[in-house]
Each structure stands twice: as structure tokens, then as C-alpha cells.
């Protein structure tokens, strides 16, 4: 019923940045959280960020503390990953996903997602 589309990735060096986009469809947007994922290359997923319908709460894993930010806008349908001075170790495929779940600590665990996008490709070089 929801489908995801993410945009924004690329190719960036050693300390720049790159922006997400996740654009979402469906009118009830802001009652899901919107959590971002990655999956670099030989690894498995990983969770990234999250933040709460309204935009108020964020939650961030801590490889990406202090250098990453998500955002939302509702009357858009989209969420955003500011992500700067990035690392090799960025280096990812990643995802955003839609859960209904308002329990802020489940955030972090990527079952609890009910709608997931296609993945955009990052890749920072040093």
C-alpha cells in the first residue's frame, strides 16, 4: 500500500556530503516513523537514523552521531538524511522504511518495519 522511493545518493569524498530524499506515498505519512538503514558492501543491514511522525523525535545510531541528521516534511510526503563528513565506512546501500510502531526503542530493529524503498547507493572514496 505505501511505496517508497529514495533518491540523493551518489559518489562523494572523504568529509563531504550528501542529502537523501525519501519520498513516500499514501495520506496517512505522518503517522509512521521513518527509519534509515544501510547495507554496505559484505555486510548485513544496519540501522542508521529514525524519526517520529510529527518530526520532533530522532533517533541515531552511534557510527553516525553528530554527523548525520534526519528531517521530515509532512505536507510533502518526505524524509530527509543530511549526511556530512563522510567516511569510507559509509560506504552503503541505503534504505528508508515506514513503521507504525510508536515505541521509540524498536526504532533501531529493522523487523519492525512495514514498508521499505528500493535502496540508493552511496559510495565515499577517500
Known amino acids: 500500500q505505501v511505496q517508497l522511493v529514495e533518491s540523493g545518493g551518489g559518489l562523494v569524498q572523504t568529509g563531504g556530503s550528501l542529502r537523501l530524499s525519501c519520498a513516500a506515498s499514501g495520506r496517512t505519512f505522518s503517522s509512521y516513523a521513518m527509519g534509515w538503514f544501510r547495507q554496505p558492501p559484505g555486510k548485513e543491514r544496519e540501522f542508521v537514523a529514525a524519526i517520529s511522525g510529527s518530526g520532533v523525535g530522532t533517533y541515531y545510531a552511534d557510527s553516525v552521531k553528530g554527523r548525520f541528521t534526519g528531517s521530515r516534511d509532512n505536507a510533502k510526503n518526505t524524509v530527509y538524511l543530511q549526511m556530512n563528513s563522510l567516511k569510507p565506512e559509509d560506504t552503503a546501500v541505503y534504505y528508508c522504511?515506514?513503521?507504525?510502531?510508536?515505541?521509540?526503542?524498536?526504532?533501531?530493529?529493522?523487523?519492525?518495519?512495514?514498508?521499505w524503498g528500493q535502496g540508493t547507493q552511496v559510495t565515499v572514496s577517500s
Open positions: 522504511a515506514a513503521t507504525d510502531t510508536s515505541i521509540w526503542f524498536r526504532w533501531r530493529n529493522s523487523g519492525y518495519y512495514n514498508y
